[in-house]
């Protein structure tokens, strides 16, 4: 084999050599057994490095993560953005109490759970269509309110595409001594080229390499900034919450993304989105939202429901989108597209708006957060999951206020709680999610998952 440190390059030359597996994984990538996919399917073995203490060739790819996005330095995963933000909630509660944005994805919410963790709610702002920026002067009352809070969480871009001015919040908290980690999931493509936003300022920021760049699902990298982050308890456990079995498939696959993100990919990519951008204003009972990230086509569907929009596409155009919900849709752009791509996709929303005879818009859905303000302890939650329960049908939630959830409530995608074990069912709680069934979206329920009925705490246990 040759010397290069690239770990996809080396794998491909060794896999393709006379070595005789005898060790892990049991298919021994013979190709009868498995899809082309796993050729290069091998465990730790001698010369290929170990996730969990890297120093040769997987250390390769985090310094290379962090080189990319200029940090100091970098953790990759193959257990996704999830993974990564678990480890970083049970890393910071060690510290004291956490300010989380309610729009937090739901792993966010299962670190505090599983931490036993205190933390407190702040909400993002909110216009006709959604929410999603934090506020800097926001977050500033509330770290000033509580000097208790050591650390921050918050989610930008948002499912939207909505960014915060990480910027001034990081300012902020570096001005109070308090850590700021930024889910950045679907910003993976930020500062690599000057058409999409820079990437995030904070002291930790963690990306999906998978959901706009190339690497296989369930890849991200953690980059850490600065030397205020606890490294080494993240590191922990990130290693307790990853498998001990880390797939190289995937990590060959980070290796080939960054590779792909420093070439031409990414210019190509942001040509076609621009172009197709410039298209689409002239749709006239449909709309394209002006998101803070132009790789997020959010189309405001018009007189469609986004459930139509979205049937519409799939049944007549073969197009799937990322989401849809009552009054609009998600399309998400990746480096994988093209001119040719995005002008398919460019063209039907066209012909569809050329349908269309009323321009009115739907009526949007409001958002129902948990409470602002409110401070959530992990053993609360968890003291609410094992409690007695009793099942009630979801569209009498309104019958139910005062009570306590026993579980999770959210949509999914894009996995923002609605209620969480333990909240107190207020009726303007109840009224926002009554509204929410009634636009037809789908919420999810956890642990059973049925999505009709409600766990709530029983009260004459």
Same mark, same amino acid.
């Given at each position: 084999?040759?010397?290069?440190?690239?770990?996809?390059?080396?794998?491909?030359?060794?896999?393709?050599?006379?070595?005789?597996?005898?060790?892990?994984?049991?298919?021994?990538?013979?190709?009868?057994?498995?899809?082309?996919?796993?050729?290069?399917?091998?465990?730790?073995?001698?010369?290929?490095?170990?996730?969990?203490?890297?120093?040769?060739?997987?250390?390769?790819?985090?310094?290379?993560?962090?080189?990319?996005?200029?940090?100091?330095?970098?953790?990759?995963?193959?257990?996704?953005?999830?993974?990564?933000?678990?480890?970083?909630?049970?890393?910071?509660?060690?510290?004291?109490?956490?300010?989380?944005?309610?729009?937090?994805?739901?792993?966010?919410?299962?670190?505090?759970?599983?931490?036993?963790?205190?933390?407190?709610?702040?909400?993002?702002?909110?216009?006709?269509?959604?929410?999603?920026?934090?506020?800097?002067?926001?977050?500033?009352?509330?770290?000033?309110?509580?000097?208790?809070?050591?650390?921050?969480?918050?989610?930008?871009?948002?499912?939207?595409?909505?960014?915060?001015?990480?910027?001034?919040?990081?300012?902020?908290?570096?001005?109070?001594?308090v850590?700021?980690?930024?889910?950045?999931?679907?910003?993976?493509?930020?500062?690599?080229?000057?058409?999409?936003?820079?990437?995030?300022?904070?002291?930790?920021?963690?990306?999906?390499?998978?959901?706009?760049?190339?690497?296989?699902?369930?890849?991200?990298?953690?980059?850490?900034?600065?030397?205020?982050?606890?490294? #080494? +308890?993240?590191?922990? =456990?990130?290693?307790?919450? *990853?498998? &001990?079995? %880390? $797939? !190289?498939?995937?990590?060959?696959?980070?290796?080939?993304?960054?590779?792909c993100?420093?070439?031409?990919?990414?210019?190509?990519?942001?040509?076609?989105?621009a172009?197709?951008?410039?298209?689409?204003?002239?749709?006239?009972?449909?709309?394209?939202?002006?998101?803070?990230?132009?790789?997020?086509?959010?189309?405001?569907?018009?007189?469609?429901?986004g459930?139509?929009?979205?049937? #519409? +596409?799939?049944?007549? =155009?073969?197009?799937?989108? *990322?989401? &849809?919900? %009552? $009054? !609009?849709?998600?399309?998400?752009?990746?480096?994988?597209?093209?001119?040719?791509?995005?002008?398919?996709?460019?063209?039907?929303?066209?012909?569809?708006?050329?349908?269309?005879?009323?321009?009115?818009?739907?009526?949007?859905?409001?958002?129902?957060?948990?409470?602002?303000?409110?401070?959530i302890?992990?053993?609360?939650?968890?003291?609410?999951?094992?409690a007695?329960?009793?099942?009630?049908?979801?569209?009498?939630?309104?019958?139910?206020?005062?009570r306590?959830?026993?579980? !999770?409530?959210f949509?999914?995608?894009?996995?923002?709680?609605?209620?969480?074990?333990?909240?107190?069912?207020?009726?303007?709680?109840?009224?926002?999610?009554?509204?929410?069934?009634?636009?037809?979206?789908?919420?999810?329920?956890?642990?059973?998952?049925t999505?009709?009925?409600?766990?709530?705490?029983?009260?004459?246990?």
């Amino acid at each position: 084999m040759n010397n290069t440190s690239n770990l996809h390059d080396v794998l491909e030359q060794y896999c393709e050599s006379d070595y005789l597996a005898m060790h892990m994984p049991g298919h021994k990538r013979n190709l009868d057994l498995i899809d082309n996919a796993f050729k290069n399917d091998i465990t730790e073995i001698d010369g290929f490095d170990n996730l969990k203490n890297p120093d040769g060739l997987i250390r390769n790819i985090a310094q290379d993560a962090a080189r990319l996005w200029s940090a100091d330095d970098a953790l990759i995963s193959v257990n996704g953005s999830t993974g990564l933000l678990l480890a970083t909630v049970m890393a910071l509660s060690s510290l004291g109490k956490i300010l989380i944005a309610s729009n937090c994805h739901i792993s966010v919410w299962h670190g505090i759970e599983m931490a036993g963790a205190e933390a407190s709610l702040i909400n993002p702002e909110s216009d006709i269509h959604f929410t999603g920026r934090i506020n800097p002067a926001t977050l500033k009352v509330k770290l000033d309110e509580d000097p208790s809070i050591k650390s921050v969480i918050i989610t930008s871009p948002t499912y939207e595409g909505m960014v915060s001015d990480t910027d001034s919040i990081y300012k902020i908290t570096k001005e109070r001594g308090v850590i700021l980690a930024v889910d950045e999931a679907h910003g993976a493509h930020f500062g690599l080229t000057p058409y999409f936003p820079a990437s995030a300022t904070a002291d930790i920021v963690i990306k999906s390499i998978h959901k706009t760049l190339s690497a296989p699902t369930q890849t991200a990298v953690m980059l850490f900034y600065g030397n205020s982050a606890p490294i #080494k +308890l993240v590191t922990h =456990y990130k290693n307790s919450i *990853e498998s &001990s079995s %880390p $797939s !190289y498939v995937l990590m060959s696959g980070i290796d080939m993304a960054l590779t792909c993100a420093k070439g031409d990919h990414m210019a190509k990519w942001a040509s076609a989105a621009a172009t197709a951008r410039e298209e689409l204003q002239v749709l006239r009972h449909m709309s394209l939202y002006g998101s803070d990230d132009p790789s997020k086509f959010v189309i405001i569907s018009g007189s469609l429901s986004g459930y139509d929009l979205a049937d #519409k +596409l799939r049944h007549d =155009y073969h197009i799937e989108v *990322e989401a &849809s919900f %009552p $009054s !609009y849709i998600i399309a998400m752009t990746g480096i994988g597209d093209t001119s040719e791509s995005l002008t398919r996709f460019v063209s039907a929303l066209l012909e569809i708006d050329a349908s269309l005879t009323n321009a009115d818009t739907t009526n949007i859905a409001g958002t129902a957060f948990v409470n602002e303000g409110k401070v959530i302890n992990g053993k609360t939650i968890t003291a609410a999951l094992t409690a007695n329960h009793d099942e009630v049908p979801l569209s009498d939630i309104k019958k139910h206020v005062g009570r306590t959830s026993a579980e !999770y409530l959210f949509a999914y995608p894009p996995g923002i709680p609605l209620l969480i074990p333990g909240d107190i069912i207020t009726s303007e709680v109840a009224q926002d999610i009554t509204s929410l069934l009634h636009s037809g979206l789908h919420l999810t329920n956890e642990p059973h998952g049925t999505g009709n009925e409600l766990f709530l705490v029983d009260t004459n246990a």
